[in-house]
């Protein structure tokens, strides 16, 4: 058995995205991805961690549960950065055509007895390549978001966006330390701030409201951790402008996964006699994101052909997400009317956790006389 060591980060950054959407590629660390692994799930990340080679095995070592790396393309070098797509098996389905490529036999023989595992047991990096690169002698928010035990307890100072309350995703939790807490994002790493209001000459920023993201700010505070997401708990905060060259970090290609879509629903489409007090489920092709829900599904009574008035409004519901099987609940307030043609549509703007959109959807049914 060998050890191949993967350490801190490399230093560069990645070109500027776009303000209101989360970087392609995550940087975060082994424990984060274990310990948060429905965040991560389906995601394209970047770690730097010691791997162990066992055999044809290849897995980061000392993670509280496995996690197995399926290299594209093998490492040459011995510190640098493992980026690929990160998957908890156990919400993949066995003999899923998606994953063809890949044999998990070995793995699912090491780590579960051969038996398919269950959700949050066995995880797996696909698609993965090394990035060989010294370790940075400054902090940035990618560094610390990368190897932050280094940084702990340290002092620093960062310059990066202004993302709200994690309005955007970026990083899996929240810390719940204040309500100024905010996520400060530079290239493809992102922090938690804390300590103090997003306050200064000539900004006053809520950390609530997505006007305000985008802003750059140069915070200095001490780096500490909660749990496995490193902080800052801020002494100072000012305006900052965008650094004026940045160096882009090249992303490897990934094979793209098919758009997430909607794959049964209860009831079925163009069903009749349906109960008035009927829950109707919209179950997906995979994991979705459901801070995406609101305001993506709509209902309404068709208006009869021969009507002369419009149809009467549907009673008020509820959207519940039962992450388990993928589906969407919907539950009324009250009872459907009467012999209706009920329409059920799934908007645009719903994404899957890799950040893929469902594709629009619309269900018709109609409803019984009890």
């Known amino acids: ?37 429905l965040f991560f799930n389906g995601k394209r990340i970047v770690v730097r961690h010691p791997v162990r080679q066992a055999g044809d095995l290849a897995e980061l070592e000392g993670t509280a549960k496995p996690v197995y790396i399926f290299w594209k393309d093998r490492p040459t070098g011995a510190e640098g950065e493992i980026r690929g797509e990160f998957w908890d098996l156990g919400r993949m389905q066995e003999g899923d055509d998606r994953f063809s490529s890949y044999n998990f ?8 007895n051969g038996r398919w595992p269950g959700r949050d047991q066995v995880f797996a990096i696909l698609g993965a390549t090394f990035v060989e690169g ?21 002092t620093v100072t960062l310059v990066g966006r202004f993302r709200g ?21 530079s290239a493809d790493g992102a922090v938690w701030v804390t300590g103090m209001r997003p306050k200064g000459k000539g900004f006053d920023l809520d950390p609530a409201a997505r006007v305000d993201t985008g802003r750059w700010l140069e ?15 801020a002494s100072a905060i000012q305006s900052a402008t965008a ?6 970090v090249p992303v490897p290609e990934q094979p793209r996964m098919a758009a997430p879509e909607v794959i049964f629903s209860a009831p079925v489409p163009d069903d ?47 959207t519940v997400y039962n992450d388990v099987a993928h589906a969407i609940e919907i539950r009324f307030a009250q009872p459907l009317e009467r012999f209706q043609q009920v329409k059920v549509e799934i908007t645009e703007g719903i994404i899957a956790l890799d950040r893929q959109g469902v594709k629009p959807w619309t269900l018709v049914f109609t409803t019984g006389g009890t």
């Open 165 to 185: 309350r994690n309005l955007y995703g970026d990083l899996p939790q929240g810390i719940s330390k204040s309500k100024w807490d905010f996520v400060l994002q």
């Open 243 to 248: 650094p004026q060259t940045l160096v882009e």
């Open 105 to 112: 036999a070995p793995v699912i023989a090491a780590a579960s």
């Open 134 to 154: 010294p370790a940075p002698p400054a902090p940035s928010i990618r560094a610390i978001a990368l190897a932050p035990d280094r940084f702990d307890g340290r």
């Open 1 to 37: 058995m060998r050890s191949l060591s993967v350490l801190a980060a490399a230093g560069v950054s990645a070109a500027v995205w776009a303000g209101a959407q989360p970087p392609d590629r995550i940087a975060t660390t082994a424990h984060a991805l274990v310990a948060n692994s």
């Open 272 to 318: 009749h006699d349906v109960e008035r007090s009927v829950r109707v489920r919209v179950q997906f092709s995979r994991d979705i994101d459901p801070r995406t829900i609101d305001g993506h599904v709509t209902v309404a009574y068709i208006p009869a052909a021969a009507a002369g008035t419009p149809p009467p409004a549907v009673p008020s519901f509820t």
């Open 219 to 233: 915070v200095t505070g001490v780096v500490s951790m909660s749990g496995s997401m490193p902080f800052i708990t």
